[in-house]
């Protein structure tokens, strides 16, 4: 990559962060209180001081309502059927268990991780409790269901911000990645809330198109931009492709989906083989967010999708005892320039080519470059090929036999 494609590359990744940086503000003016902001400005001091226990608490929480969803996405633990763990929704009553945990600390909690939130039929009223509770909510969806949902009860639940991801404007195209999905259905959903949007007279949801920059979709990204601009959605946003961490070593996903155009091979694969990581900078998991499924499992990021990986269960401990436990207390020591005063565990960060791992070689473990060069080797050597065939597993079906009214709760 030569120097001025390197600068563009780095200024485009700015801008993109400071537009997403920019959908919490109107949280923080809404939802901030002086306790939460307080909270937020001392973990984003431990952050950078790489602390290892921390006084400040979570202040973004991910919690996964349902992990089930009708696409097979390739790239995705649940559309590749390859997440460890029980797929199940919560129920409003399970939601406000977890809830009640965390609402203190809460500025934002983000009802979606590995599944699609709407096929939930408590979504609505989930969005809703969390809202009267002062804390602000975003959804992923990718806006094409097995059965219809209202996308006015979207706007009447307050939810305040929505990702819809859709990539390509063909069917073709789209259907590559979003296997089972309907393009149509997409686009007809999304125009069907923006209408719903200016007939509630409502600010929200702030609706961003989510665009994954596959090598198969960035020839139709023109169109895309004048579709935006016709349908009145809020942002179009262009994403870089991105791996599992333990399918990062298998060259032949790199071939088949990253795009030409390096300006969207921020999670390249190729990056970690050139330099070790893919962001240049400390993991902010650690210190800014808390990953809660179904289950009650807590996991430190959104690549955590086997059970085994679990820091903790929030059905039995609070946040704090969670927050600086034992693999909390050992993940952030790989991210610490201090010598770890105490024996760590093995976490599945150990591993993790993610972000830059300044204090690695201070806790004694192998480098997760060695550990990634050493698989990609592996699997080249022995000509393995993990994006085969998808299988059709039928994990979907079981779960959404619950009714599904599709209801706002008011």
């Known amino acids: ?74 790239l995705c633990p649940t559309g590749n059927t390859k997440i460890a763990r029980k797929q199940d929704m ?10 009640e945990k965390v609402k203190d600390y809460a500025l934002v909690v983000s009802i979606y991780n590995h599944g699609e939130p709407f096929l939930n039929p408590d979504a609505f009223s989930i969005i809703e ?3 009267q509770n002062r804390v602000g909510t975003n959804a992923s969806s990718n806006l094409t269901w097995p059965k219809p949902v209202d996308v006015s009860d ?45 007939a509630l007279k409502s600010k929200t949801p702030f609706v961003e198109w989510q665009y994954i920059v596959f090598k198969h979709t960035e020839h139709e990204m023109d169109q895309a931009r004048k579709l935006a601009e016709e349908i009145g959605v ?9 791996v599992q961490p333990e399918d990062m070593h298998d060259k032949s996903l790199q071939e088949k989906w990253m795009p030409e155009n390096p300006l969207y091979w921020e999670r390249n694969p190729a990056i970690v083989e050139q330099r070790g990581y893919l962001f240049d900078q400390p ?17 430190p990021c ?18 704090p005892e969670i927050w600086n436990n034992h693999k909390y207390r050992s ?13 760590r565990l093995e976490t599945l960060c150990d591993k993790c080519t993610v972000f830059r791992q300044d204090g690695a070689h201070l806790c004694g473990i192998r480098p997760a470059h060695e550990v990634f060069l050493e698989d990609r080797a592996r699997a080249a050597a022995a000509n393995v090929n993990t994006s085969g065939e998808e299988k059709e597993a039928d994990l979907v079906e079981p779960v959404m036999d619950r009714k599904f009214n599709g209801g706002c709760a008011h």
């Open 129 to 131: 409790h969390t809202r």
């Open 154 to 198: 979207i706007v009447r639940s307050g939810l305040d911000y929505l990702t819809v991801s859709l990539d390509g404007v063909t069917q073709e195209n789209y259907e590559q990645y979003r296997v089972r999905g309907d393009v149509k259905d997409v686009f007809e959903n999304m125009k069907a809330l923006i209408a719903a949007k200016q």
């Open 90 to 99: 919560l129920t409003l009553d399970q939601y406000k268990g977890i809830f």
């Open 302 to 319: 959104c690549f955590a999708h086997d059970s085994n990986h679990d820091f903790g269960n929030i059905l039995t401990h609070s946040v």
């Open 331 to 343: 993940a952030r020591m790989l991210f610490s320039k201090k010598r770890p005063s105490e024996p």
């Open 234 to 242: 809020d942002l179009l946003r262009f994403v870089s492709p991105g």
């Open 1 to 74: 990559m030569s120097k001025a494609v390197k600068a563009i590359t780095s200024a485009r990744q700015m801008l993109r962060k400071l537009r997403r940086h920019g959908r919490y503000v109107p949280k923080i003016l809404r939802y901030g209180t002086p306790r939460k902001i307080a909270n937020i400005i001392m973990a984003e001091a431990e952050l950078r001081l790489q602390k290892t226990v921390l006084r400040c608490l979570p202040y973004y929480y991910i919690i996964d309502i349902c992990n089930v969803c009708n696409l097979r996405c390739p």
């Open 283 to 299: 993991c902010y998991y650690l210190y800014r967010s808390m990953f809660i499924y179904t289950g009650g499992g807590v996991t």
